[in-house]
């Protein structure tokens, strides 16, 4: 049972806008591709404005509720080393939560993995990551799964379910590098970015780089997205193309970040790490939440719930797990 006591929500509001900043400084600080620079640049951010450092200070609050908050971002300077090998990654636990009120519904989510054919896969809640032949390096996420096949002339890909983050290595030959999805081809153009299979359509995230999206029945419709831009695509057309930001691969760092979701999609989401079904009532499903959460430990996540929302968790086993509002 989770007994921490939780801090109260800062007095007077802080804005969403700098709320939401301060999650993607944290989220950033812990990416593998956080340097010195971004550490001196949070740290300026911070000063330029009193509610920045409330933000920052509450977010820590949440955090050191729940324990284990790395080393990196703890001092004011930010001035110590950072997590390096990406391959050792551990989870990190952070959380911050915010809430309002709005409309209804329910949402549950079954994760179907894709095996038949498969050269690398995720159980739920397990994340891993694959170095290629080629040294591209692949995140895969929770139920995620993947086909790789390159020949002489390309290098290929096949995203049968799930997400990934791609790093892509340098190819003595100059193959193009693509990734292949129910909706289209993603081709790499020297760069890092996510993408994630959704029933209906393909979400893509540049985190470096660029990428050439191209549906599958509309080529004509090709995108290229450039750094910090993601845009959704189905077999027919590209949706449009929006700013991007840090909490986009979020989970290749064990976090789930979010930002004003409602409840209920909150907890479709963090379904997917976890066995069994999480259902939410229509009371419950239009609170909001905002924040960073650990994927680690869903159930840590789910007892943290009450003390934050107005809401109660009741579990008939660990694998039916129903979150109600609070009489």
Known sequence: MFRTALPAPP????????????TEWMVTLLGASATPQTQADCAEWRAAHPDHERAWQHLHAFSAAFGNLPATVTGPALALPLPH???RRRALTLMLATVA??????????MPVQTWSADHLTAIGERRQVRLADGTLVDLDTGTAISVDFSETERLVTLRAGAIAIETGADP???PFRVAT?????????????ARQEDGFTAVSVQQGAVEVS???????QVVLRAGERTRFTRTAVDTVELADATD???????????????????AELSRYRRGRLNCDDAAAVLRVSGVFPLADTDRVLAALPHLLPVEVGQWTRYWVTV????
């Open 249 to 267: 691969a979020a989970w290749t760092q064990g976090m789930l970040a979010v930002h004003d979701m409602r409840l209920d999609a909150f907890l």
């Open 101 to 110: 009120a709005t409309g209804a519904w329910q949402l549950q989510r079954a």
């Open 182 to 194: 129910a909706q289209g081809l993603l081709r790499a153009l020297g760069t890092r970015f996510t």
């Open 11 to 22: 007095h007077p509001p802080i804005d969403a806008t700098v709320t939401m900043r301060a």
């Open 173 to 175: 030959r100059h193959r």
């Open 215 to 221: 549906p599958a029945e509309a080529p004509h419709a």
């Open 324 to 327: 109600r509002a609070r009489p």
């Open 85 to 87: 090998h990406r391959g």
